[in-house]
């Protein structure tokens, strides 16, 4: 397991971007997958998007495909979420997690992923 933090979240209006930050603690993260997934208050954590652990690979949920995108910098042990024409239905507390997977389809369950951050709100006002 890794320990992770994430950052950048906070009140946006309906069209703006933001980026997301997730920071591991460990250099073993350049061998993980690493998600983000995320929760609205009253329903399940969801899957946003995933990338392979050597970033050559993504997914996305069909909601944020085309507005979202996922990338890591393993040198830095640092994986990104750039949210772009974000909508109020985006707000919601925002997780990444990290995890290895021997399927050959990148993971896109919450109980593929063993390592977890602590969540980093975001807020859209329309």
């Known amino acids: 397991q890794v320990r992770l933090v994430e950052s950048g979240g906070g009140l946006v209006q309906a069209g703006d971007s933001l980026r997301l930050s997730c920071v591991a603690s460990e250099r073993t993260f350049s061998t993980y997958n690493m998600a983000w997934f995320r929760q609205a208050p009253g329903k399940e954590r969801d899957f946003v998007g995933v990338?392979?652990?050597?970033?050559?690979?993504?997914t996305y949920a069909d909601s944020v495909k085309g507005r979202f995108t996922i990338s890591r910098d393993n040198a830095k042990n640092t994986g990104y979420l750039q949210m772009n024409s974000l909508k109020s239905e985006d707000t919601a507390i925002y997780y990444c997690?990290?995890?290895?997977?021997?399927?050959?389809?990148?993971?896109?369950?919450?109980?593929?992923?063993?390592?977890w951050g602590q969540g980093t709100q975001v807020t859209v006002s329309s």
């Open positions: 997690a990290a995890g290895r997977s021997s399927l050959i389809r990148l993971p896109t369950l919450s109980s593929d992923y063993n390592s």
């Open positions: 990338i392979s652990w050597s970033g050559s690979r993504t």
